[in-house]
């Protein structure tokens, strides 16, 4: 079996009430321009492939994801460079959400912003190298969670628009880190006896000690609202060791598929690849 294409993060998916998670690897073809669709793609369920050699090349060539232009480089997680300059989808308040200001119909481009920002967003904690304070639009629950390689994961706060979850985001980083350490979260090395339901009464009071905790607490979950997720990835026995793989400098990996993660391939001795930071490489896929 052999595909090509433009390689995008992974689609995932729960494929059970067990948390056992599903991959698929898309690779598409150029777009015709800014907000188009593909004109072909190509999925293919990666689970199956699991404990099988493959080999992933990389053509050379690369495409912006958003615009579908041609380049000699690419910029962020895709994107050419005035695409990443100028795109709602690369501003700062994607990483800083508490800078947004779609619910005031201001940003890069208003009309995304209200599509995607001034919608409803959770704040969530997940489990992986250690407890991770987060937020996404609600709609992407689980997947965020996943793409994130979380253990567990347990929705602690419900909002109308993007910038309050950046809000209380902010206001919970005297708790927890925003970052996962990805080498641990692959190692398997995570966070053992958290009690989320007990972090979750721990943010309560926190936030009610804050001089704006009046405003923030009705946000936050209720304890009989609190519904833990746990996820299982189709990864029979963890790397001891690590090592990021970037195509860009060797540009062919072949291997054994041995597990799949978050948004990483990982390959029997530990080569791992981040395949949403190689959105827009040309490869090719064979197994």
């Known amino acids: 079996m052999r595909a090509e294409g433009i390689l995008v993060k992974m689609p995932v998916r729960l494929a059970n009430g067990d948390g056992g998670i599903e991959y698929t690897l898309r690779l598409e073809s150029a777009r015709s321009g800014a907000g188009s669709e593909p004109d072909d793609v190509t999925e293919l369920g990666l689970n199956r492939y699991v404990g099988r050699p493959v080999r ?15 380049v000699d480089k690419l910029f962020g997680e895709g994107f050419c460079y005035p695409c990443f300059r100028d795109a709602p989808e690369a501003a700062e308040c994607i990483v800083k959400p508490e800078l947004c200001e ?25 489990v992986s190298s ?14 965020r969670w996943i793409d994130q390689g979380a253990a567990q994961a347990v929705q602690i706060a419900e909002v109308p628009y993007r910038q309050l979850a950046g809000r209380i985001e902010v206001a919970l980083k005297d708790l927890y ?34 001089n704006d905790g009046d405003e923030l607490l009705p946000y936050i979950l209720e304890p009989a609202r609190i519904r833990e997720q ?8 963890p790397p001891e060791k690590v090592k990021s793989v ?14 799949i993660r978050g948004q990483y391939l990982i390959f029997d001795g530990g080569a791992v690849l981040n395949v949403r930071r190689h959105s827009g490489f040309h490869v090719s896929f064979e197994a």
């Not at 050379?60 to 579908?68: P, Q, S, V």
Request: aromatic letters at 4%.
């Open 177 to 210: 880190t925003d970052r996962t350490a990805w080498q641990r979260m692959l190692k398997g090395q995570t966070a053992e006896g958290v009690d989320l339901a007990a972090e979750v009464m721990r943010i309560r009071e926190h936030i009610a000690s804050l």
């Open 102 to 126: 779609a619910h005031l119909g201001r940003g890069r481009d208003p009309a995304w912003e209200e599509a995607h920002h001034n919608q409803p967003h959770a704040v969530y904690l997940a």
């Open 246 to 259: 970037n195509l860009q400098k060797s540009p062919v990996v072949e291997s054994t598929l041995a597990g």
């Open 230 to 237: 746990t996820l299982v990835y189709p990864l029979p026995a």
């Open 56 to 70: 992933l090349e990389h053509t050379g060539d690369f495409t912006c994801i958003r615009c579908g232009r041609a």
């Open 130 to 143: 250690a407890v991770k304070v987060g937020v996404t639009r609600l709609t992407q629950i689980p997947t």
